[in-house]
């Protein structure tokens, strides 16, 4: 009896593996505190939708492409994004809209909670732009300035000095098509589809508030761990 049920399980185990649907190769994460959580600054329906929606929907195309082509089996998203040059339009696209928003998330907090940069990067931003007022100056400068949809990002460059710079679409400054590559510190996005149900077209007002929602802490954090990377390097 032990003999045929052992064998019944012999045959059946190839037959299941093989029903077995493969695992994606990337996940959506939920968002890490309720959607209304950033209101008023962000309404929870965009936030919803960005999430559930559009996040979702780069997360599902990114694990098509990637599962459409054997070369790119196993890679990072890291991998992806630092060869995005080479990859097929879907996958640097794709690849950029999960890292991007999964950054962009983390990058906040409800209004209140984010703290100050710390001591450290407080410094770095008074001597790379000469006070935080004028980072913030230069970011929305390159945040409306940006034609179309894309990102503004504050990074810490190549050089290991803190820079702003705007890329186009999904692209962000951690690819090899970035006009200034570097480490994001902190990015924002400026598709219409980050602020459209509470600041319709306004994408200024949008950048004016949206410092109040900014997770300072994270940022710091983001700073210190950058700095000391390159100072391993
Ligand atoms: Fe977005």
Known sequence: MRYWFACLVALAAPVA???RPAVPAFTLAPLPYPATALEPVIDGETM?????RHHRAYVDALNKAVAADPALSGRSLEQLLAQAGSAPAAVRDNAGGHWNHGFFWKTMAPA???GV???ELA????????SMERMKTAFKAAGTGRFGSGWVWLIVDADGRLAITSTPNQDNPLMDVAAIR??????NDVWEHAYYLKHRNRRAEYLDTWWQVVDWKTVSERFAETMDRTAQD
């Open 112 to 114: 209140g909670a984010g």
């Open 182 to 187: 570097g480490t994001p510190l902190l990015g």
């Open 48 to 52: 919803t939708l960005h999430h559930d």
């Open 123 to 130: 410094r770095a931003i008074d001597a790379a732009f000469g």
């Open 117 to 119: 940069p710390s001591p």
């Open 17 to 19: 593996a093989q029903e």
